[in-house]
């Protein structure tokens, strides 16, 4: 959640109340109207306090336009009533909701068979509130497993963590929450990603770990995890040190199995220990539900697991929150029921269909630099040509919000800061239709662009709400 500051006065604004929210007396509740940013003193009707809520939330973005988001923003009517009729039940108390609990294990085991587990009866696994929760335990566990194999060093040394400085920020926050020090791979000319040489090279004894991305969230271009895997196989041939490699597939863990079947990414390469995905992003559901799979119980150590007599019964939990609903973990095994394996491959397929094709559309306006084509995650970045100079990104992205559409305008990190691109994420409920209309936007936005003297985007880190 971000931090909020208060007021920075006594602030002693009140909402404007409508005579019409009114029930029985509109102008006692006009002179009541409730303060912003204090508790008011009395109740206010129901149908009020609703209809106040609401109008505040017209001002949001429409989130179907939201092409900055991963996370899934459409599902079915039957999948929201589901949720509707959960959401008072916590997903902790699996000695009261016997069956929900059940449901969490039916949908671990599906992904261990998906993501090709030795056994899958043995794979253990847990839901999260999201990818970023199942990082951190994926972390912990490499921490743990690395502090056990060097008890006879640990706390002295320093344990580190090898990644692509392209990763998403909870692993920069899992990094500085557990005294990790986080060893980042840097970009280098057209490489976005981790190189899986330099990743190696970058390894010690004290090593927890390497961080591989199905899916980066810079341009959704997959990482090379076989290669990685091979590296570090070379590694331990050399040195005889052992590095285990976490997938961070919380995107493209749920669209490989079904469009890339022989790309080899998961479970079957030995070294691969745990995989976490996100159910809310390409998992089809809405946030937030993640996922955190360990190759066997050996890869999660046992005292990480806490074992909690609580309500009565025996109840094994790895998590960071302790209460949390269950409705989005039901949503979950109802989309897994619904889709099947055919299912989220047509869904898969379409959105990938759509983010080529979208792709195709804006390389040939010759404004614009493709970097990667939605062939991969159905997600594409693109940056303007050479020879554009009346404007850039950030005023591509400010004009197209003038018409709806959310597309993120963001500067490279470290090594690549001179590249600043635009990134469109296709989902599932972004159709060709829509993917149509922002094509027609942009091809009319361009003709007033380029009649710009110059870029006028002045603070180009305001420009953009952005972040990984």
């Known amino acids: 959640m971000p931090l909020h500051e208060g007021p920075r006065r006594a602030a002693e604004s009140r909402l404007s109340v409508n005579p019409f929210y009114g029930r029985a007396n509109p102008l006692g509740d006009m002179a009541e109207a409730p303060p912003t940013h204090r508790l008011p003193d009395r109740p206010i009707a129901p149908a009020t306090a609703h209809q106040l809520v609401r109008d505040e939330l017209m001002l949001d973005g429409n989130a179907r336009l939201n092409l900055a988001t991963f996370v899934t923003t459409w599902m079915e009517p039957e999948a929201g009533l589901l949720m509707a009729e959960c959401r008072d039940k916590n997903m902790i108390d699996k000695d009261e909701y016997p069956r929900t609990a059940e449901l969490e294990r039916r949908c671990v085991a599906m992904l261990a068979d998906l993501w090709h587990a030795p056994d899958p009866a043995s794979a253990v696994g847990c839901s999260t509130t999201g990818s970023s929760e199942a990082c951190m335990l994926a972390g912990m566990a490499l921490k743990r ?174 998590a960071l929150n302790f209460s949390r609903p269950g409705a989005q973990v039901v949503a979950q095994y109802y989309t897994f029921l619904r889709l099947g394996r055919d299912g989220y491959r047509a869904v898969q397929q379409a959105a990938r269909d759509v983010a080529t094709g979208l792709a195709g559309r804006v390389g040939a306006l010759g404004d614009f630099r493709l970097l990667t084509r939605g062939d991969e995650l159905p997600v594409f970045a693109f940056t303007t040509a050479p020879d554009v100079t009346a404007y850039d990104v950030f005023d591509v992205s400010r004009r197209l919000r003038e018409h709806g559409w959310l597309v993120p305008a963001y500067t490279f990190p470290e090594n690549r800061q001179d590249l600043s691109v635009l990134r469109v994420v296709c989902r599932n409920g972004f159709s060709a239709d829509l993917a149509d209309l922002l094509a027609q936007d942009l091809e009319r936005l361009l003709p007033e662009l380029r009649r710009q003297p110059r870029p006028l985007t002045e603070d180009k880190g305001a420009a953009t709400g952005f972040h990984h």
């Open 145 to 318: 497993r690395w502090a056990k194999r060097n008890a006879d060093r640990y706390p002295g040394a320093r344990p580190n963590l090898v990644m692509g400085v392209n990763v998403q920020v909870c692993w920069e926050k899992f990094c500085n929450f557990w005294e990790v020090e986080a060893r980042l791979v840097p970009m280098e000319g057209e490489r976005f990603h981790l190189d899986p040489q330099a990743a190696a090279e970058l390894c010690d004894e004290n090593t927890i770990g390497v961080v591989g991305i199905l899916g980066s969230t810079f341009d959704g271009s997959y990482e090379p995890i076989a290669d990685l895997c091979a590296a570090l196989d070379a590694l331990r041939d050399r040195t005889g040190l052992d590095v285990p490699v976490h997938v961070d597939g919380a995107s493209g863990a749920m669209v490989a199995p079904f469009l890339d079947e022989d790309l080899v990414w998961d479970f079957r390469l030995p070294r691969v220990t745990s995989i976490n995905t996100s159910g809310h992003k390409y998992g089809l559901v809405y946030p937030g539900v993640g996922w955190a799979l360990w190759r066997d119980a050996e890869a999660l150590p046992e005292e990480l697991v806490f074992r909690v007599n609580y309500l009565g019964g025996d109840m094994p939990t790895f």
